[in-house]
């Protein structure tokens, strides 16, 4: 097993542009999280899935914001008409629920940079 | 409306010396209580829990310390490690929504040899 892992690393970006980001979650997991992390502050929760089921959205994820996860498997985030202000850290985390729901595991993220 | 507070962004300390960590939350409905590590490059990774029905909960060097009444927890680590050197992060969240985690702002601790 070799983790979360999530795709590019890094990704700079022209205002207006649209990115996708991608996550492969551990294997086994169900559930798929996506957060974002902007300097100076802990991650925000943004939305999750079951399967492929989204469960739960956060009101920062505005409509230029979307997240897929079309087998259950891996998940796109895609932001549209990026703005400045959507430069962060993207992370993604997975669990399997029967583990102990606080054991995110955790990608080491996208940093995403809008220019 | 920060729900989680880490008020000290930085903190160092003396190797073989105890780190406290101090961490404070506003929202009565948190129940859960979580401490995430994170190194440089990495993503988070979880540390140590506790729930509301207790004031302590140990693991090895790590302990966390629940004050409902305060609305308070801390981490303590005794004896502190360079390796422990790392951004270290409090997260809360509530029986309604386990699933939706509140981060706080974290603390960036340094453990000097």
Known sequence: DTGVSQDPRHKITKRGQNVTFRCDPISEHNRLYWYRQTLGQGPEFLTYFQNEAQLEKSRLLSDRFSAERPKGSFSTLEIQRTEQGDSAMYLCASNQPGQGWETQYFGPGTRLLVL | ?113
């Open chain 2, 1 to 113: 409306d920060q729900q989680v507070k880490q008020n000290s962004p930085s903190l160092s300390v003396q190797e073989g010396r105890i780190s406290i960590l101090n961490c404070d939350y506003t929202n009565s409905m948190f129940d859960y209580f979580l401490w995430y590590k994170k190194y440089p490059a990495e993503g988070p990774t979880f540390l140590i829990s506790i729930s509301s029905i207790k004031d302590k909960n140990e693991d090895g060097r790590f302990t966390v310390f629940l004050n409902k009444s305060a609305k308070h927890l801390s981490l303590h680590i005794v004896p502190s490690q360079p390796g422990d050197s790392a951004v270290y992060f409090c997260a809360a969240s509530a029986r309604t929504s386990y699933d939706k985690v509140i981060f706080g702002p974290g603390t960036s601790l340094s453990v000097i040899p």
